[in-house]
């Protein structure tokens, strides 16, 4: 137990993988009490740091947990950001906005030390397990998530000197928080994963951000659906293709100033090998519209931003590719607020809530070129202040899950 506890935000903490367990601690739910999804709640205390919880994606043999990192820090809002680490600092120190925590988790703890991921989800929550929202002041900036280990390259990036180093990007999230597929949810027999091997590690780098002149702590969680094991036979490879208006780069563009709409296209990537495209959502910074994704210039997804007053992938876990965020709510916030004064720290000031996603919507042979193109429209939708006073920097990225053919 105390290794899980154990926070991960120091860089090279030693690796804690919590093989066996799972079934140890499944007696909480004698004493706690469940959420819908087997989630708990602890009133007054600390939640479990490994919960089971229901599985969503009816595979058979499927295990679904949910671990939590921190407890991390978040300054007032009106304190400057902090970032712990210079990587860190790269990324968050340009956007410059306040009450920001920026750092680097390496050496996390995984579900297992050898399985197949299928699912994987971001989220927020305080000590005793409630919901860190954007209700509650608690924003999941962004986190970037990455798999380390001997092999290890990024998909997109594997030759660019800015990622071999670092690793495999295979997840993103904001406080959109969707859930990424790594198997086709249409079908109910295990199709593919993402295989975590024996000497991997996960390791993040992660930005929450304070909506509260108060300070507060949260844990980051990462609620895991896999097959243990190493990889079958019958289960196909899936991997995360990270398109990026910077190409490359480290995700942060500017907005152009004096100008409400404007479109970030990414460079064209090459296809080295055919696949399946099995799910894919886009991230945007507040001021967002759209994400569209395009195979040799053809649209194939478009992942459209809706925006409300706390983010609906906390409310409602997302299933991959669903048509969730139906714009109401967000429209109504938005109408509600059309007046309010350009203030990050405005508590009535909507922020993305859900990005729409596809799911199972074709195939690519070997040479094809994917691109993306980002929307903003700050004319609509406010875009987050850095300290400066300008507009903070934004991202615009597409993780396109897909099956190697
Ligand atoms: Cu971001």
Redesign the pocket.
């Known amino acids: 137990m105390k290794v899980l506890l154990s926070t991960t935000f120091v860089l090279g903490a030693s690796a804690a993988v919590l093989p066996d367990l799972l079934n140890a601690l499944s007696g909480y739910g004698f004493l706690l009490g469940y959420l819908a999804n087997g989630n708990v709640i602890t009133p007054n205390g600390i939640a479990p740091p490994l919960q089971n919880l229901k599985v969503r994606t009816r595979l058979p043999e499927s295990k679904r947990v949910k671990l939590r990192y921190g407890p991390y820090k978040m300054p007032s809002s009106n304190a400057t950001s902090e970032a712990f680490d210079p990587f860190s600092a790269s990324i968050a120190g340009m956007s410059g906005e306040k009450g920001m925590v920026s750092l680097t988790a390496t050496n996390m703890s995984t579900p297992c030390e050898e399985c197949g991921l299928t699912m994987l989800q971001a989220g927020l929550e305080y000590a005793d397990g409630t919901q860190a929202t954007t209700g509650t002041g608690a924003w999941l900036?962004?986190v970037l998530l990455l798999a380390q280990g001997p092999g290890r390259q990024d998909t997109v990036c594997a030759n660019d000197a800015n990622w071999t180093t670092f690793g495999q990007r295979i997840f993103s999230s904001?406080n959109e928080r969707t859930a990424a597929s790594f198997t086709d949810m249409t079908y109910k027999t295990p199709s593919s994963a993402f295989q975590i091997n024996k000497g991997d590690s996960l390791a993040m780098q992660l930005e929450l951000m304070n909506l509260n002149p108060q300070p507060q702590e949260v844990y980051f969680t990462l609620d895991f659906e896999f097959l243990p094991g190493p990889r079958r036979r019958d289960v196909e490879t899936a991997t995360a293709l990270w398109l990026d208006v910077t190409g490359c780069g480290n995700?942060n563009v500017k907005l152009p100033k004096g100008q409400p709409a404007s479109t970030f296209s990414s460079s064209g990537w090459t296809a080295p090998f055919s696949g399946r495209m099995l799910a894919a959502a886009g991230?945007l910074?507040d001021g967002g519209t759209e994400v569209k994704m395009f195979k040799n210039s053809q649209l194939v997804c478009d992942s459209k931003a809706t925006y409300g007053m706390t983010n609906g992938g906390a409310a409602k876990p997302m299933e991959p590719g669903a048509a969730h965020g139906e714009s109401t709510e967000a429209e109504s916030a938005h109408r509600g607020h059309e007046k309010i004064r350009r203030d990050e720290m405005d508590p009535n000031m909507p922020h993305i809530a859900t990005m729409s996603g596809c799911a199972s919507f074709g195939i690519f042979k070997r040479g094809d070129t994917f691109h993306i193109e980002a929307s903003y429209d700050v004319g609509k939708w406010m875009p987050m202040e850095a300290a400066s006073g300008e507009a903070s920097t934004v991202?615009g990225?597409a993780v396109m899950n897909v099956v190697e053919d």
């Open positions: 900036h962004h904001g995700s991230h910074h991202m990225i």
